[in-house]
Every structure is written in C-alpha cells, then in structure tokens.
C-alpha cells in the first residue's frame, strides 16, 4: 500500500506564495490522477484541484482559478500546488490525494496559514 507525504506549507502575508508538495512512496503515482484538497477550520475537507496521469487536464475550484496551479513531476513521484495571490480564506491544511486500486490515499496534510 502507498503512502502520501505533504510539505511546503506555513505562515505567509496576503498577496504571497507558497508551493506545496507531496511524494508519493510505496507505489508510482504515474499510473493515477492526484488532488489537492483542503479543509479550512470549522469547514469540511473541500476540493482544490486535481491532474490527470499526463498531465494534459487539470480541473480547479472556482475559488482558486487564475491563482493555484497543479503540476506534477512523475520522474520524482511528486504532485505541486503552486499557491499566488494568497488571502486569508486560502487558511487551510491541505490534503494530497489519490484513489488506487487499494483505495483512498490521504497525505498527513500541510497547514498554510495567510495573515498579516
């Protein structure tokens, strides 16, 4: 079974950057789609965005277009949520996901904290 490791989160001013990843171990994350989700506090865990195996579709919430991208770098088994115009509403522990023939995996997740 496969194991998911989300890094790249903390605190940033509103208007900043951050850049997310998540290492997949255990299994090779080419073979699956992979998202990004978060869960803000007193909120559900909520969608982000996700990839395609090839990356050639992408899928975001409306909330995060024109300022989160999703890439990936199948050669380091490594899924990116790259982060701009930051604001506080983006304050969330965010989850790298996948669904494999073994099921749901959930990364341990990454706090990103906007405030000034």
């Known amino acids: 079974q496969g194991h998911l490791e989300d890094s790249g989160g903390g605190l940033v001013q509103p208007g900043g950057s951050l850049k997310l990843s998540c290492v997949g171990s255990?299994?090779?994350?080419?073979?699956?789609?992979m998202s990004w989700f978060r869960r803000a506090p007193g909120e559900e865990r909520k969608f982000v965005a996700d990839?395609?195996?090839?990356?050639?579709?992408?899928n975001y919430a409306e909330s995060v277009k024109g300022r989160f991208t999703i890439s990936r770098d199948n050669a380091k088994n490594t899924v990116y949520l790259r982060m701009n115009s930051l604001q506080p509403e983006d304050t969330a522990i965010y989850y790298c996901?996948?669904?494999?023939?073994?099921?749901?995996?959930w990364g341990q997740g990454t706090q990103v904290t906007v405030s000034s």
């Open positions: 996901y996948t669904f494999t023939t073994w099921g749901a995996t």
């Open positions: 255990g299994f090779t994350i080419s073979t699956w789609p």
């Open positions: 990839i395609s195996q090839n990356s050639d579709n992408t």
